[in-house]
């Protein structure tokens, strides 16, 4: 039969290859790369034996300076060393000039771009282009460290990142040249190391505090299935806080002047180091030094605690909400977990301990956990693990459209497991009305002014028909990516209009591209060579999957149907190893159509295992 | 060809759910569907895989809802509703009045939380009996008690609506953004 042919070793790949696939925690302050050796996921150290990536980078005239080396330089060169970079991701010029916690770097907005750029010395760049920098650096570590090419990456963020935050990561790394698997939360990321590691199940409270973000997410553990029941948080609240409110007291307490770049810098590092110091210590003696002059003061435990209190009680805040979206109460929250840099603070494990009424667990360093859970989500993405678990993630913010008078209509609440699509019809208000204007919302609160603006598109061509005639269907999708596209259609004529929501202020396809293509020295040479790449290791990847497939499931299909897959499959194999993509691509395509049926029958099957394996009694 | 959200968990079409049975259903199923088990395969088993995944979460989050399940069941039995009908129900009326002031007063309340739990309770009593009659209702499933249950449902929805005002009320008191 010509299906025994097809599986003869040399000519398909090898079976159950092991691909190399990491995890990124792209944090405020360092980010990290792990992955899974052996078995067992663990963060990739650089050639100096260090973990952690400061997540600075200078421009120079003559290069790009990435880690400990540009935050060193941060206070002597401030306006080309970008720091805490992920606080302008997604974010627009407005929001953050209107936010004096951000330094002052100088940004501006390009004619027909929203997205701000940083002037530097090297030319304009954008927080997409910066957090690419480090990303390229975590990879090439990774490649090195693992010796080979990296098949894909998870990389985190916070929970509560809205859409355009997270589209930006994923412009990110599209730029370092990273294939994204998954963007997955960076506390879902925290629970699943905590709980592959220690096996523990039940109701885990994760608590997030990292440099400049905060989020909490409830998590239901119950064999293998990670359950995120609620998650809450702030974008703009986290160790930097801390620092900030130092520096204020500082300024105060010493009168110092503060206009220049330079200056302010150095009190960030003064605070960020006295609060480090108060990890261990009662007390600590600031010494700031302009010109010849030096100043002395004293920072204690008390006075830290004071000056914190108000931001802690913040996270214990969102905490509440957290459990009351989950409709649980503090009894019956098993575990919490404490990641983040900031959760070494004292005064935060007391808080949360007294808040929660047990110790909160901090076995895995907290700075690293968030990249070993993703290391592990990455590892079963990339089919390295067959029984692999599951994780099931919400949306953190409601997703909604405007309508009359600037009101929010919500289409996906808060909380809701994804992926998700959710349709709602709208109608005309005017007889005659041919056009209608779809603006995209994401946030809670009942007024367009008080939510986050994702995107604007115009659904046109409806025939006149009297105000209220019209039926247009406005459908909203969620990927596992927790990212959205949104469409519309008008029923009675089905003229449809769809988008990918890239928000307002994101950069466009056309940029990532041109970008893309300036990164790379031979540029046209180089996409010709990696799109066949691409190809070629995509048709590996379906041919081994189908192998499997009828390995296991072959019964499901008639012998002229299996027959009619496996020629196909011949064809696909024979141009397989050819120098074009564009018949590699067009084969896979034509196989991926021969096993659709075949898919759908698998698929009905187990569904069917997965029900019929419970009988009532099983139940409690 | 598409299954209806009983038929995928396998449950008995009515309106009283066992929970926890439907939560582990739930789970069962997407083990088996969830994209994430196919990011290996090809585009159209992932896109496949996607859909199943988001036809499991909407079904789990219809039936696990009171007011959703309820508005499922009359769809189900093709159960007509002209928009949103106003109550002819003058005694509802009233209640819904009478909620609304008990709403409105808790915010002015010296000590406001307890009056508001006070109300919260009441409102989930209320709801919990309707969805008591909700059950025999859609199990006689006659044009006449089909006709009730669409407007208890009405009045369900109702409910749990200001209910969610309380929470957000209550969010608002706590201080929680």
Redesign the interface.
């Known amino acids: 039969m010509a299906l025994l042919q097809i599986s003869e070793p040399g000519m398909s790949s090898v079976p159950h290859q092991h691909r190399l696939a990491i995890g990124i925690d792209l944090g405020t302050t360092n980010s990290l790369v792990a992955s899974v050796r052996s078995g067992k996921a663990e963060t990739l150290a650089d050639m100096h034996g260090q973990h952690l990536l400061p997540s600075v980078v200078r421009y120079t005239q003559e290069q790009c300076i990435v880690g400990q080396e540009a935050k060193q330089s941060a206070s002597i060169d401030p306006l080309n060393t970008i720091v805490s970079v992920k606080r302008y991701m997604g974010r627009s010029l407005e929001e953050i000039n209107n936010n004096s916690e951000y330094i002052s770097y100088k940004l501006y907005e390009k004619e027909n771009s929203n997205v701000p750029r940083f002037i530097t010395v090297t030319g304009d760049k954008t927080a997409i282009e910066i957090s690419s920098e480090i990303l390229k650096v975590l990879k090439q570590r990774a490649e090195s460290t693992l010796g080979g090419d990296i098949s894909g990456a998870v990389i985190t963020v916070p929970a509560y990142f809205d859409d355009a935050q997270r589209q930006a990561t994923k412009d990110a790394a599209a730029l370092a040249g990273l294939k994204v698997?998954?963007l997955l939360n960076e506390p879902t990321a925290a629970a699943l190391a905590y709980g592959l590691d220690t096996g523990d199940e039940g109701i885990q409270v994760i608590y997030d505090l990292g440099g400049g973000t905060f989020d909490v997410s409830i998590l239901h553990l119950?064999k293998g299935?990670f359950?995120v029941m609620s998650t809450a948080g702030?974008t703009a609240l986290g160790g930097d806080d801390f620092d900030q409110t130092i520096a204020m007291w500082l300024i105060e307490q010493l009168q110092i002047e503060t206009q220049d770049a330079g200056i302010q810098r150095q009190i960030m590092n003064l605070a960020c180091q006295a609060k480090q110091a108060l990890s261990n210590k009662d007390s600590t003696e600031i010494t700031f030094a302009l010109d010849d002059k030096e100043m002395s003061i004293c920072l204690t435990k008390e006075i830290f605690n004071t000056l914190i209190s108000p931001l802690v009680d913040k996270t214990l805040?969102?905490c509440?909400?957290a459990l009351?979206d989950a409709k649980l109460k503090v009894d019956d929250v098993d575990n919490i977990v404490m990641v983040g840099g900031s959760t070494r603070v004292p005064l935060v494990r007391e808080k949360i301990a007294d808040f929660f009424n047990t110790q909160p667990l901090v076995d895995i360093d907290p700075d690293k956990v968030v990249a070993i859970g993703a290391a592990q989500q990455a590892d079963?993405?990339?089919?390295n693990q067959s029984d692999?678990m599951?994780?099931?993630d919400v949306i953190p913010l409601s997703l909604g459209l405007e309508t009359m008078g600037g009101l929010v209509e919500k289409i996906i609440p808060r909380n809701?497991?994804?992926?998700?699509?959710?349709a709602q019809d709208f109608t005309t208000f005017k007889d005659g009305q041919t056009a209608l204007a779809v603006h995209v919302m994401q946030g809670e609160r009942e007024l367009v002014l008080d939510c986050r603006s994702l995107a604007r598109f115009e659904l046109r061509g409806i025939p006149p028909m009297t105000a209220g005639a019209a039926r247009i269907r406005v459908t909203f999708?969620v990927?596992?990516d927790g990212l959205l596209s949104v469409s519309a259609q008008e029923n009675t004529t089905g003229i449809s209009s769809c988008i990918q929501v890239k928000p307002s202020y994101g950069l466009s396809d056309n940029e990532i591209e041109t970008m893309l293509r300036d990164s790379m020295e031979h540029a046209q040479d180089d996409i010709i060579a990696r799109k066949l790449r691409e190809q070629q290791v995509e048709a590996d990847?379906?041919i081994e999957?189908?192998e499997m497939a009828l390995e296991e499931d072959g019964n499901l299909l008639s012998a002229k149907e299996k027959e009619e897959i496996s020629r196909v499959l011949i064809e696909l194999l024979a141009v397989k190893n050819d120098n074009e993509a564009e018949p590699i691509k067009y084969h896979?395509e034509k196989?991926?159509?021969a096993?659709?049926v075949f898919?759908?029958r698998r698929?009905d099957k187990?569904?069917n295992?997965?029900?019929s394996?419970?009988s009532?009694i099983d139940?409690? | 060809m598409d299954k209806d959200y009983f038929q995928l968990f396998n449950l008995q079409v009515g309106y009283a759910i066992e929970m926890q049975q439907l939560k582990q259903l739930f789970r069962e199923l997407q083990k088996v569907v969830h994209p994430d088990h196919f990011s290996h395969t090809s585009e159209a088993q992932r896109r496949m895989a996607m859909q199943k995944a988001t036809q499991i979460n909407d079904a789990y989050q219809t039936l696990s809802d009171p007011v959703k399940r309820a508005y499922y069941l009359l769809s189900y039995y093709g159960v007509v509703r002209e928009g949103e009908r106003t109550h002819q129900d003058t005694q509802f009326l009233m209640e819904q009045m009478e909620l609304r002031e008990a709403l409105d007063a808790a915010r002015c309340a010296e000590d406001p939380l307890p009056v508001l739990q006070d109300l919260q309770t009441q409102v989930r009593e209320r709801m919990q009996y309707l969805m008591q009659g909700l059950e025999q209702l859609f199990t006689e499933h006659s044009v006449e008690s089909l006709q009730k249950a669409a407007d208890d449902s009405d009045k369900l929805r109702f409910l749990q609506r200001l209910d969610e005002e309380c929470q957000a009320l209550e969010d608002e008191l706590l201080g929680i953004i």
């Open positions: 698997l998954r119950h299935i359950e702030n805040l969102a509440r909400r009351r079963v993405l990339i089919g692999g599951l994780l099931l809701t497991t994804i992926p998700v699509a959710k999708e990927d596992t990847r379906v999957a189908l896979i196989l991926d159509h096993t659709q898919a759908q698929m187990s569904i295992q997965a029900l394996g419970h009532v139940f409690e």
